[in-house]
């Protein structure tokens, strides 16, 4: 250990800090491609007070420190710095409270978001937030980023499930946000602003958020579509008629022959596109508006449910054996969606690139997965070209850059063309405010 990890791990119980080399270099990336700077080390974190001391001993010493979760994040957003101590907040996996009756938990960040659905659904409740890294990703990496799913077209982001924050600030300083009421308005509402800032204002100790009753019934739509732009037109009338579906996903060709290449689904050689919409009670009448299908199935059992949405869940395990992958998140209004999924087929067919489109469609938010050779450094140029103009075009239409994975360090370079001189300016002063000496992910997400 050099003196400063021994001053660390003096104000910390043994075992929290880790030195060795390699061990460390395991928590210095996340899911992207983007090569991580060099920590002094990480800290395994199993309390609030191992956060305190940590982020004490940081301000003191003026040391960056990158906060941590399950490191499944899309973005760059938990890659690690030169000089920096990793904070993993993995160990701390406790439901401290489950309320049937006002229907909230309060989680500490490492708890896995399947698991809190888990433990909901045996009191007829769940947690709405669905990403579809549900089974590995953590509560507090959702947070941070504002992470969405598949089910956001119907409860959101993770945003409006999250009450009230634990947090502990730059200097150690302990931040209690929100409240556990349905309602409140009292001051700013700094627990929407930690959520999605992407550890660059606080790191998360607990959160207290909202669970929703579970459906008793829900049934699922799978249609098969020869043209990706119709599959596009059968989710703007299946929104337009008011059928309120909980999930409404769309894949391209690209996606699902990487599926069945894997899975054998059956693929049929006319399939361009597959629509997945699921709803409370009847599904009968999203089926009918999927009329230029070219086949539609409806679940009969919850089982037959589960299957036809498993196949959406594995489309980026697919794509990854295709090659790396970057994986983007454009998001653009609802109404627009068949120009937007055209535009990133005809940039996909100008620069040569394979881009494999799958898209939480009911919310219009896009994912673009930019596959290229591996074992390069990063992405070639003509896949930073043609993701360019996939952004520009979703800011043309009305859109955003990201609408949960968050901007990270991969499209830090895009974020003036969204946010504007003065919006930067607002950012930067927030930042100053919460750490004056930029040492919480320094160089991330603004």
């Known amino acids: 250990m050099t003196e400063l990890t021994s001053a660390l791990a003096a104000a910390l119980p043994d075992g929290r800090v880790l030195t060795d080399p390699d061990v460390v270099d395991s928590y210095a990336r996340d899911r992207t491609f983007v090569p991580p700077g060099r920590p002094l080390g990480v800290v395994l974190a199993q309390s609030r007070d191992d956060v305190v001391a940590t982020m004490r001993w940081a301000s003191e010493h003026r040391v960056p420190v990158v906060p941590r979760g399950a490191g499944t994040g899309l973005a760059g957003g938990a890659t690690a710095v030169d000089g920096c101590v990793v904070l993993s907040l993995a160990r701390m996996t406790a439901i401290r409270e489950l309320s049937p009756q006002d229907e909230i938990a309060v ?7 399947a698991d809190l659905d888990r433990a909901a659904r045996e ?12 089974e590995i990703s953590t509560i507090g990496g959702n947070l941070a980023t504002n992470a969405g799913g598949l089910r956001c077209v119907k409860y959101g982001v ?7 924050l634990e947090v502990v600030l730059a200097d150690g300083r302990v931040l209690n946000t929100g409240r556990r009421t349905m309602k409140g308005v009292t001051g700013y509402d700094l ?17 207290t958020v909202r669970l929703r009753r579970a459906p008793r019934e829900l049934a699922t739509v799978a249609a098969e579509f020869t043209s990706l732009r119709d599959a596009a037109a059968a989710v703007s009338a299946i929104v337009a008629a008011g059928c309120q579906p909980s999930m409404l996903e769309l894949m391209d060709r690209t996606t699902l022959q990487a599926i069945d290449d894997w899975k054998n689904i059956g693929l049929e050689p006319s399939t361009r596109a597959m629509l997945i919409a699921q709803a409370e009670g009847s599904a009968d009448e999203m089926a009918a508006l999927c009329g230029a299908a070219s086949f539609v199935a409806v679940s009969s059992t919850p089982e037959e449910a589960a299957e036809l949405i498993g196949i959406r869940r594995l489309a980026y395990q697919a794509k990854e054996r295709l090659g790396q992958c970057l994986v983007e998140d454009v998001c653009v209004p609802r109404s627009v969606l068949p120009e937007m999924i055209t535009t990133i087929e005809e940039v996909a067919a100008r620069h040569g690139v394979m881009i494999a489109t799958v898209a939480h469609a009911g919310d219009g938010n896009v994912h673009p997965v930019f596959v290229f050779d591996r074992g390069l450094a990063e992405p070639p140029e003509e896949v930073w070209t043609a993701a360019d103009e996939v952004f520009r075009a979703a800011l043309d239409l009305g859109g955003t850059l990201t609408g949960e994975h968050g901007v990270g360090l991969l499209k830090k370079r895009w974020l003036g063309l969204e946010t504007g001189p003065v919006a930067a300016e607002l950012h930067q002063g927030i930042k100053q405010v919460f750490d004056p000496l930029n040492i919480l992910n320094p160089g991330k997400a603004i």
Do not use: W
């Open 107 to 113: 989680v500490e960040p490492g708890v896995i978001t």
């Open 123 to 134: 009191h007829g409740l769940m947690y709405a937030p669905d990403p579809s890294s549900y």
């Open 158 to 164: 993770t945003r409006d499930s999250a009450l009230g």
């Open 191 to 207: 627990t929407g602003l930690f959520v999605g800032s992407e550890g660059t204002l606080g790191v998360i100790t607990a959160a």
